[in-house]
């Protein structure tokens, strides 16, 4: 360590002092110490420290008094507190008014060493004030507060939880809090915790020793002991069952965990983060969510904005995702018309981002190699045909143009395409629009563009 970095604690008694300061000095770092809040302010105003440590409970002003003090005027300066075993409710106060993590009494050294060693890292970061979000692409106002949040979240331990619509981006915004954090060269465990069976939970989230079940046959860690050091994202957080729930808040709460069919507990240094598209306090008012977990992983919240809350961004994301799209299948990139990107605005997209990826991987796929029109986003089964409708068929301008010929057109011209750009070869034609091959010879059919010798089943035997 930096001989030349100094720490900052604070505490009422004076064993835990003594033995936090003989902790400091073997990591080479020198150590100040306060008994009380007023004792710290002095001792603030005297140098610059990479680390305050302080205890919570104190007789003369708080340590979230503390916290609070130096948000306001020594802002930069990492902060965690030592709580009392049963004190969770203040941990949790100090996180949100800014403290970057804490300590439960009684200490262990095992569980001071990450904090101590995360903070000076904090201390001595220099890219935190221009964090790494360029992939949060956009110029908007929404985005622009993500990013700023983003740079802010980097900075401290706290649980986060993202709420958004699906699509919306909220690993990206996990990923990107992991990266420019002080944990960024940790792991980063991203887990859909709907997409587990219950009754392999727990042994998922914390591992199993050997023998514990059948087929257990050698121990195998799980998604906590994965991420230790790292950040641990929890995605639809909100289908954790309630047994799952309980051991997931002590886990958290204890900054600990015990392996099925363990006997003894091992300390695990992970930050929660987490997200949901359902909203978490319905859940908890209806009794699907508990309370307490609830509270511990929405110290932070982050929300997403929704792709039509920034539609000037849609061009922008666009281009960015063709080009993607375009570098992966390496193939050139084809222009995005005017036309097409003004009409690409006025969509709602209810799957957002990834709603907009997977039309432009259609078009991609449609269009003639160099121009995506608006005609190439407009095929069947993309969620803006309905919404459209009423656009492009108005009776006003068409009066004598009858609406199922007209979307038999479009439907004639997606399917045309698609043969053209596959050789005539039915079965990729057929994943490119996104139906299944059987389907696409009844369309064929239906619509008079097969051949006679490849005329199908009439429609009563024919299963869309």
């Known amino acids: 360590m930096n001989q030349k970095l100094s720490c900052l604690i604070v505490d009422d008694e004076t064993d835990i002092r003594e033995l936090l300061v003989m902790t400091f000095d073997r990591m080479g770092i020198e150590t100040y110490s306060a008994s009380c809040v007023a004792e710290a302010k002095t001792l603030l105003k005297q140098r610059t420290y990479a680390l305050c440590l302080t205890d919570m409970q104190m007789p003369n002003g708080s340590g979230l008094d503390l916290v609070n003090y130096i948000s306001e005027y020594h802002a930069g300066l990492p902060v965690a507190v030592i709580t009392a075993h049963a004190s969770a409710d203040n941990a949790v106060a100090a996180l949100k008014a800014g403290a970057f993590d804490y300590l439960s009494k009684p200490i262990s050294l095992k569980q001071l060493r990450p904090v ?134 002590r886990a958290i709460q204890e900054k600990k965990v015990r392996m099925v069919g363990g006997t003894t507990e091992e300390a695990v240094d992970v930050r929660i983060i987490s997200a949901t598209h359902k909203n978490l306090s319905e859940m908890m008012d209806s009794g699907q969510f508990r309370q307490d977990l609830y509270y511990r992983l929405n110290v932070i919240q982050l929300k997403m904005p929704a792709l039509r809350d920034r539609p000037a961004d849609i061009p922008l994301l666009a281009n960015l995702l063709l080009s993607k799209l375009c570098t992966s299948q390496n193939i050139a990139i084809p222009l995005i018309d005017h036309k097409a990107q003004a009409h690409l605005s006025t969509l709602q997209f209810p799957g957002n981002v990834r709603e907009l990826e997977n039309m432009l991987e259609r078009a991609l796929a449609l269009c003639d190699g160099k121009t995506i029109t608006i005609e190439d986003l407009l095929i069947e089964g993309s969620s803006d045909a309905t919404a459209q409708g009423n656009t492009l068929f108005n009776s006003s301008h068409t009066p004598d143009l009858n609406l199922t010929d007209y979307l038999e057109e479009i439907e004639k011209k997606a399917i045309i395409q698609a043969l053209d750009k596959t050789n005539n070869n039915k079965t990729a034609a057929a994943k490119l629009l996104g139906v299944t091959f059987r389907t696409l010879r009844y369309r064929l059919t239906k619509l008079g563009l097969a051949k006679d010798d490849e005329a199908v089943l009439e429609d009563d035997n024919i299963s869309e």
């Not at 904090?122 to 992939?135: D, K």
Request: charged content about 20%; overall charge negative.
């Open 116 to 249: 101590i060693e995360f903070a000076l890292k904090l201390s001595t970061q220099t890219n935190t004030a221009n964090p790494n979000t360029l992939e949060m692409i956009g110029d908007s106002e929404p985005i622009q507060h993500v990013r700023t949040m983003i740079a802010k979240l980097a900075r401290s331990q706290a649980p986060v939880y993202i709420s958004g619509e699906s699509g919306s981006g909220k690993e990206l915004a996990a990923k990107l809090i992991h990266q420019n954090s002080s944990r960024g060269d940790g792991a980063f465990i991203a887990v859909n915790c709907g997409a587990i069976p219950e009754n392999l939970m727990e042994s998922e989230f914390f591992g199993y020793k050997k023998g514990a079940f059948t087929g257990a046959n050698q121990d195998k860690e799980g998604m906590f002991q994965a991420a230790n050091g790292g950040t641990l994202f929890l995605d639809e957080v909100a289908d954790l069952p309630l047994a799952m729930q309980v051991k997931l808040l």
